[in-house]
Every structure is written in C-alpha cells, then in structure tokens.
C-alpha cells in the first residue's frame, strides 16, 4: 500500500486528477476489513496524510481538515468514507435473515458497557459490533441499542430495517467533521472556522469548474488557495 501510495504522490506532482487513482484504488487496499477491525486515530491520521499528498496540495501551510474537504468533498474525506462503509455494512448484518436480533440486542448492552469505560475505545475493537459502538463514543453520540442512537445534539436516530442509512450516515459524517473544527482553528489563522464552515456556499464555486475542463488551471490554484 505505502508504494502505491508513493507512486501515486509522485503522479500528483503532476495532475491533481492522481486524487482519484487514491480514491479508486489505495483508499481501498489500505482499509481493508476495517468494518470489523476498525482503524485507531494514529491509521486514520496517516490514511489521511496519504491522501492530502495525492492532491497535489503542497504541505506547507495547508489544513488537513480544510483541504481534505475541499478536494474530496464533505462526504468523500476518508474518515467521510470510512464511517458511511461502516454503517452500511452494519445495516446489512441487521437485515440479514441469520441474524438473530435478540442476541445482538443482548450483545450490545456488554460490549457498550466495557467500551465507556475505556479512555480509547478505538483500540478494543473485535468485531463491527464494537466498532460501530466504538466509532459512535468517539463522535460524542450515545449507543442506547443496536438501532437506536442519540446525537450529541439531542436528536435520536432509531434504525429502521428495509430504510435508507443515508439520513444516519450524513449525521455521523457532519458529527465527525465539526469534532475537528476547534483543532483546525487553532492553526493557520484559522479561528473564524471554530463555530463551523458553510461547505454549501464555500464549494459552490468550485463545483461549478470541475465541469469545465478548460479551467483545470485555474481550479487547481483555487483548491491550493482554500
């Protein structure tokens, strides 16, 4: 994985279209099975790193947080990707006919219990049970069961089988991104972005060159700028 990671650095010196040999191909080789075994704040950071340099973006005086977003999107950062695999491969084992819900139910109530009392969750994973319980401590959500959570906003969030996760998914992606934000604005002058970032407005305008190939240049720059 590390030298197809360095081939693909060496390509985004180039282009910064090598994001997408990352996200079509590394992205996946170095986060293999991590439904079940789960990554620790050290592999993500570097899962992260790896991705920053297949931007092409230079590392002097960029924000990982802000420059992640902007070249991959909101919900195509690798963290971004990571809890939306999780999450669906949880519903697929919910919905699975072999599944037997009252022992799943029964199983959460242990492993959520020996989890909180951890200081990293993150490092006790064994199973996409404890991971997705372990993901949902670190967002600062409550795991009360296997299909009923509660956001650290006060909203609840019960899993209905046969439904869409995607409602779930993009909670749990803004929750993980606003996490970030007190870190990112302490580097970089970067106070104003503590409170949050209006991503609608503030990639609207680069959305719009992506579809003009003329302007590569210019888009470009513009991703190295913000």
């Known amino acids: 994985v590390i ?26 080789a170095a986060t293999w099975g991590h439904q079940t075994a789960g990554l620790t704040p050290t592999q993500l950071l570097k899962i992260e790193r790896h991705a920053l340099d297949a931007s092409g973006i230079p590392a002097h005086g960029r924000c990982r947080l802000i420059a992640l977003t902007v070249v991959y999107g909101l919900h195509g950062t690798p963290h971004a990707r990571l809890i939306r695999e999780t999450v669906k491969s949880w519903f697929a084992v919910l919905e699975d006919k072999s599944t037997c819900l009252s022992e799943v139910a029964e199983a959460w109530v242990s492993a959520k219990q020996f989890l909180l009392k951890q200081k990293n969750p993150t490092h006790h994973v064994s199973g996409i049970m404890s991971n997705v319980i372990s993901m949902l401590i670190v967002l600062g959500w409550v795991p009360h069961a296997y299909n009923y959570w509660h956001d650290n906003e006060g909203k609840f969030w019960p899993l209905k089988l046969g439904t869409s996760s995607a ?28 409170h949050g970032i209006n991503w609608e407005y503030t990639l609207r305008y680069l959305r719009t060159l992506r579809k003009s190939p003329g302007l590569y240049s210019y888009r470009a720059a513009l991703e190295t700028v913000l």
């Not at 909670?171 to 104003?192: E, F, V, W, Y």
């Open 3 to 28: 030298k197809r990671c360095l081939k693909i650095n060496r390509i985004a010196k180039n282009t910064k279209d090598a994001k997408k040999m990352f996200t079509g191909s590394a992205f996946a």
């Open 167 to 194: 409602p779930v998914i993009a909670a749990l992606i803004s929750a993980a991104h606003k996490t970030q934000l007190p870190r990112a604005s302490l580097h970089h002058d970067g106070k104003g972005i503590g």
